[in-house]
């Protein structure tokens, strides 16, 4: 299926956000994931299911001061 990632077309298989997280080389990542401007929690990754033209938005923790 066809999704958005931070904006960049993609393609997908896999259903769910933590498949498309680990098709896309995520999976180990410590990151915070938004799906269509909806936070989601690293704990429904494994039961969203996302569908074709989803927005996800992927962003990486800032570290210093």
């Known amino acids: 299926m066809k999704i958005l990632v931070n904006n960049e077309a993609r393609e997908v298989a896999g259903p769910s956000l933590a498949d498309a997280l680990d098709e896309l080389g995520y999976a180990?990542?410590?990151?915070a994931t938004a799906?269509?401007?909806?936070f989601a929690p690293a704990r429904s990754r494994p039961?969203?299911?996302l569908r074709e033209g989803d927005r996800l938005e992927?962003?990486?923790?800032m570290r210093g001061g």
């Open 47 to 49: 039961t969203l299911m």
């Open 58 to 61: 992927l962003l990486a923790p």
């Open 35 to 38: 799906v269509n401007g909806d």
């Open 28 to 31: 180990d990542a410590v990151i």
